[in-house]
């Protein structure tokens, strides 16, 4: 699979979410052996979803270097972030 193609995967399963209702798209991007794709986006329930993920490929399969997402809730006005996560490999920084 190539990066770009993934990235393809990642807005091709993102549009077809029966939960997510709009998709805005920050940024994605391939440079030469890494790939990146941010996306902020509503949940049908207007639920609000950050997310973000940065990808290589060795030995022919993906890997994904780092990935974030925020929740935020909105219930009856007010706004609660529910979960910052963030993952690294092994050995990365």
């Known amino acids: 699979m190539e990066l770009d193609q993934y990235i393809s995967e990642i807005k091709a399963k993102l549009n077809s979410s029966l939960i997510v209702s709009s ?17 902020r986006l509503t949940l049908v329930n207007q639920d609000f979803l950050e997310i973000a993920e940065s990808f290589t490929l060795q030995d022919e399969q993906l890997v994904t270097l780092d990935y974030r997402y925020q929740l935020n809730l909105f219930k009856s006005g007010l706004v609660s972030r529910l979960v910052c996560c963030k993952f690294k490999q092994k050995g990365q920084g």
Do not use: K, N, T
Request: proline share 0%; no cysteine.
């Open 23 to 39: 998709i805005d798209i920050v940024d994605e991007r391939v440079l030469f052996d890494r790939g990146y794709f941010r996306a």
